[in-house]
């Protein structure tokens, strides 16, 4: 096992059961989650013998790198890493803002949380595939190989961290938009919440956190009643059930007034505005009415708009639209009122579309995903 599969309860067990007292837990901690050691022997402080006896039992790594690719022209790290049971995720390391997923508030919220400093932003697999069944997303064409558990959530964050360290950078910001669907694998997503913010190792902030979710209802409501300022993305898609159902197959269980209401209920209890996730497809949701149909649907909701041109998978015929049709789309939704950005997925040129770098090792994505240049613009809200 990894030591970072344990709680830091189960690490004093651990210990005890090695005839160590428990207080030594904190300090093993320490040197996982703030000193970011990567090898038990660098654990300088604990007797010698004890770091044989982790060193035999353990393993810091149970990700191997078995692909990475770094962008020519946007600052991101796409990494397919490799499990124990020969499974592939997909994580990306990106060294911006993800704007999108934390635009300015102005809510009276004050400065913007991340500061004025660099971001450098975690997007981490919750699963190997995915069983929601979205028809443009080479995540979802797999199907759901199995859930990751959180130690290998956790790894994930750990992996970046420490490349991070090395550059002499901070992680600041973690998305849970990799492979897979974070609320339907509750249980791993919200322990790697609780490490990840947990105050003695990372530390970071609940509001550096963004889940991204399809719209697992009682997910959203788990997440309301959770009781923390863990932000959230809902990616819709569409703007009625009849649309929606035909592109993300898990709509036939919670269709769109179900998701919203969910949505009102989390800032009902404190939850912030909420990005809602857009993938932009030729001829199917990009007319000037759908963006008008959004726009009404959206109204009582503090939102955030965020249009992605789709990247196109390698079995699909689906299109992104022209630059045109998305700065149309986008200025609809601004005219309406609601705050709106058009982006890339940065890190696209790299293969990253969800899911597809994987496809692209198994060999089973042919071309290399591009993106015109000039169909993207970014905006400001
Ligand atoms: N399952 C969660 C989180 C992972 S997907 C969710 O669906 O929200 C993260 C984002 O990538 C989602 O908004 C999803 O719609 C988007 N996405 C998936 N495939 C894509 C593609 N081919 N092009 C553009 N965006 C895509
Ligand atoms: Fe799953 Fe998200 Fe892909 Fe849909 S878009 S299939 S929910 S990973």
Request: hydrophobic share 40%; with cysteine.
């Amino acid at each position: 096992p990894s030591l970072y599969a344990l709680t830091q309860e189960g690490l004093a067990a651990a210990l005890v059961e090695l005839g160590q007292p428990a207080w030594r837990a904190g300090q093993v901690w320490r040197w996982l989650y703030q000193a970011l050691v990567d090898d038990v022997q660098a654990m300088t402080d604990l007797p010698l013998e004890l770091r044989r006896q982790l060193a035999q039992r353990y393993r810091l790594h149970r990700l191997h790198v078995l692909a990475r690719t770094d962008s020519g022209d946007s600052p991101a790290t796409k990494l397919l890493f490799g499990l124990d049971d020969g499974q592939a995720v997909e994580t990306v390391l990106m060294h911006y803002g993800d704007e999108a997923d934390d635009p300015p508030e102005g809510e009276g919220s004050g400065a913007p949380e991340s500061g004025a400093g660099e971001r450098h932003t975690v997007c981490l697999s919750t699963q190997a595939g995915c069983a929601m069944g979205c028809v443009f997303c080479a995540t979802g064409q797999m199907g759901l190989l199995r859930d990751l558990d959180a130690g290998e959530c956790v790894e994930q964050v750990i992996w970046c961290a420490r490349e991070l360290a090395r550059r002499g950078k901070r992680l600041s910001h973690v998305v849970f938009m990799g492979m897979g669907e974070p609320l339907a694998n509750w249980e791993a997503t919200w322990a790697t919440v609780e490490r990840l913010t947990d105050p003695s190792g990372l530390a970071l902030s609940p509001r550096r956190l963004t889940l991204s979710t399809v719209g697992i209802v009682p997910g959203i409501d788990r997440l309301a009643a959770a009781g923390r300022p863990v932000r959230l993305a809902v990616s819709l898609h569409a703007p009625d059930d009849e649309l929606r159902s035909r592109l993300v197959g898990i709509n036939r269980s919670y269709a769109l007034d179900a998701i919203l209401g969910a949505c009102r209920r989390y800032q009902a209890a404190g939850g912030r505005r909420i990005t809602f996730e857009y993938v932009l497809i030729a001829g199917v949701n990009d007319s000037i009415a759908q963006a008008e149909a959004l726009a009404r649907r959206l109204r009582g909701i503090r939102s955030h708009v965020n249009l992605i041109p789709l990247n196109p998978t390698a079995d699909s015929e689906l299109q992104p639209p022209t630059s045109q049709t998305c700065l149309a789309f986008r200025e609809t939704i601004v005219t309406a009122g609601l705050s709106c950005t058009l982006r890339l997925r940065r890190g696209i040129d790299i293969q990253a579309g969800c899911g597809q770098l994987r496809m692209r090792a198994e060999g089973r994505l042919g071309r290399t995903v591009s993106v015109p240049r000039g169909l993207v613009t970014e905006f400001s809200p």
